[in-house]
């Protein structure tokens, strides 16, 4: 299928204008592809696009996994603040975690996805996967699923709650409030843990695989632990598309699944983490970027698979995209959405799609393509020669 660059809509500064080309490339190997981009390069917007039927830029989209890129942010934040330490146990923040064999799990075992809590026996019901604080009750208890800190393991569906039971903990907030007062608004980003009624109409819901396409992906074995992760050993388990349309959902904005919004909301707040923007501070002090950047899971994913997953909370992103620093950190989300900043290069980078895409985990596959173009254009834009022109 051939796809005209015309059929891209958006902006992009002089500098980052291949980048159009390179959508119109993603979009002609996928027909019917409705996607958003959106790039910051040193805290200045610079590529605002999106294609496709229905979609503009102001489009609302289900993000899943990219919210926990903003719980991380707040758990650094009050890292940075001295709010909470890593190297403390849960439990002295968390009385009734310290059963099970808990006691000892530390902050950072748990947000490096180290301490084992992965989900429950039997599952968890669509009315508990939307509720933060349900969630992090249920996995008080729960015995975890190997040693904690002898490896680790996604914890897909609970990672916010769990966090977000810390922040509650700590600041008498949950994690949904502490976002929106220090992040969200202050930086005006079109994304949320927690849509408001009146923003849905805005929403272009998820798009699935077609049968045939569902039938070529093999379903874990029931007793796997990524099947427990991925909440696939219910009675009911859990349909994505249905959880990511759901209002209710939207509205309660579970930190690990629920979150709702636009690729430039997206790429806004890692640009106001790392580098600043309008003229602003960067949320995110040297110090703190540098500890939540280093690598926290070495060896195999126990759910995923996957290899080098892990830096502190974020997933590393060098080892999906080999063109952009040891330190670029983000989070991908299931329809194959992608977000990251790069501290290295000054890139804060989204990318948001309506149909959920081919192979699952991580980012679509078109992100290989895109990312190398924003790091190539970032490159030329940083040399002495640019600068000249």
Avoid at 90 to 101: I, T
């Amino acid at each position: 299928m051939i796809v005209s660059a015309a059929e891209i809509q958006g902006w992009t500064s002089i500098g980052f204008a291949p980048l159009r080309d390179a959508l119109t490339e993603a979009a002609a190997n996928e027909p019917g592809l409705q996607a958003q981009l959106a790039v910051y390069h040193r805290g200045r917007p610079v590529a605002d696009l999106w294609t496709g039927g229905l979609m503009t830029g102001d489009t609302l989209l289900a993000l899943f996994s990219t919210g926990k890129g903003a719980a991380f942010l707040v758990l650094a934040l009050l890292v940075q603040d001295g709010v909470i330490e890593l190297d403390r146990p849960v439990a002295e923040y968390w009385p009734e975690f310290a059963v099970a064999g808990k006691d000892r799990i530390t902050v950072r075992q748990l947000a490096a996805h180290q301490a084992g809590l992965i989900g429950v026996p039997g599952g968890f019901t669509v009315d508990e996967l939307s509720d933060d604080r349900r969630l992090a009750e249920r996995l008080a208890g729960q015995e975890p699923w190997w040693a904690p800190g002898t490896a680790h393991g996604y914890h897909a569906f609970v990672i916010g709650a769990l966090v977000g039971e810390l922040v509650r903990r700590t600041t008498g907030q949950t994690l949904q409030e502490v976002f929106d007062a220090r992040i969200r608004r202050p930086h005006d980003l079109d994304f949320h843990l927690g849509l408001p009624v009146a923003e849905e109409p805005r929403f272009l819901e998820a798009a699935p695989l077609t049968a045939a396409e569902r039938g070529a992906t093999p379903r874990p074995p029931a007793d796997s632990l990524t099947a427990i992760a991925f909440n696939l050993h219910a009675p009911e388990p859990t349909d994505l598309v249905a959880f990511g349309n759901d209002p209710v959902v939207h509205r309660r904005g579970p930190a690990s699944s629920g979150s709702i919004g636009t690729a430039r909301g997206v790429a806004r707040m890692y640009a106001a983490a790392t580098t600043g923007i309008d003229g602003g501070r960067p949320l995110l002090a040297p110090e703190t970027i540098e500890e939540f950047t280093r690598p926290h899971g070495s060896g195999v994913d126990l759910v995923t698979g996957e290899a080098g997953h892990f830096l502190l909370g974020f997933e590393a992103q060098a080892s999906r995209y080999p063109s952009l620093s040891p330190r670029a950190f983000g989070h991908s989300g299931a329809v194959g959405a992608q977000s990251f900043a790069d501290p290295e290069t000054g890139i804060a980078y989204s990318y948001a799609r309506r149909r959920f895409a081919l192979g699952g985990g991580g980012g679509a596959a078109e992100n290989r393509g895109l990312v190398s173009a924003v790091t190539r254009l970032a490159e030329v834009v940083d040399s002495p020669a640019h600068a000249v022109r």
